[in-house]
C-alpha cells in the first residue's frame, strides 16, 4: 500500500512540475489590421476606427466595424479589424481560410507581408485590392523579458511547446518574440486549436 501511495504522490509531484512555468495559449481568428489610407478608402476620409474591447496583448483592441475579404473562389464576411492603425494592411486567416478563399498563403510572422498573397478588403460599396498583404500566421509566443529570462529563452528563437489541452500535442517550429510591450501568451490560428483541443485558459509548456 505505501508503495502504491508513493507512487500516486510521485506522479501529482511530476504533473505539477511539468506544469511549472507554463504559458497561457490563445486562439485568433481571421483578422484585418488596416493602415490609415485603407480606413480613408474603406469607410471616408478622416474615418476614426471605434474601439470595442481591449485584447490580451497591451495597446491592442477588437474595433467595432467589420469588414469583407474575398479570394478567387470565395469569401468571409463580418471579419474583424483590430487596432490600432498599422503603418501596412495585413490580413491573416487559417490555412483553410485561405484555400476556400482560392489563395495560395504563406505562412510567415506578423509583418513580414512582402511578396505574400493578394486579397481584395470589401466594406459596403467601397474596396480595396491589395496585391500582397494576407499571410497565415506562424505560430508564436509574446513574452515579456521577465518571462523570456524565467524561460530561458530569447527573442526569435525557435521552441516546442506541449500543450495541456483535452488532445494533447507538440507543436513544434514555435517563434518567440520578446518585448517589455507585451503580455506573455502563445498564438495559434484556429486550425491549430482545433487539432489540439484547445478551450480557453489552456496552457502549454515550452520545450527548449
Do not use: W
Not at 502504491?4 to 483578422?31: C, F, M, P, Y
Not at 464576411?77 to 483553410?96: A, D, F, H, M, Y
Amino acid at each position: 500500500m505505501q508503495a502504491i501511495v508513493e507512487e500516486i504522490v510521485r506522479e501529482v509531484v511530476k504533473q505539477i512540475e511539468d506544469r511549472e512555468n507554463t504559458v497561457l495559449i490563445e486562439a485568433s481568428g481571421r483578422h484585418v489590421h488596416l493602415n490609415r489610407e485603407a480606413v480613408e478608402s474603406l469607410f471616408g476620409e478622416g474615418y476614426q476606427l471605434t474601439k470595442v474591447r481591449d485584447l490580451s496583448q497591451p495597446g491592442q483592441y477588437v474595433c467595432k466595424e467589420r469588414v469583407t475579404i474575398a479570394g478567387p473562389k470565395g469569401q468571409f464576411s463580418n471579419v474583424v479589424i483590430l487596432g490600432p492603425e498599422r503603418g501596412k494592411t495585413q490580413v491573416e486567416v487559417s490555412l483553410t481560410d485561405a484555400r476556400m478563399m482560392g489563395i495560395h498563403a504563406p505562412v510567415r510572422e506578423s509583418g513580414d507581408i512582402e511578396k505574400s498573397a493578394p486579397v481584395t478588403i470589401m466594406y459596403k460599396d467601397k474596396s480595396i485590392v491589395l496585391k500582397e498583404g494576407l499571410i497565415v500566421a506562424k505560430r508564436h509566443i509574446h513574452m515579456t523579458p521577465e518571462d523570456a529570462r524565467k524561460n530561458n529563452v530569447t527573442n526569435g528563437q525557435i521552441v516546442k511547446v506541449k500543450t495541456y489541452t483535452s488532445r494533447p500535442l507538440i507543436f513544434d517550429d514555435v517563434i518567440i518574440r520578446v518585448s517589455d510591450r507585451y503580455s506573455t501568451a502563445m498564438h495559434i490560428d484556429y486550425d491549430e486549436a482545433n487539432a489540439c483541443g484547445f478551450a480557453s485558459e489552456n496552457r502549454g509548456k515550452i520545450i527548449l
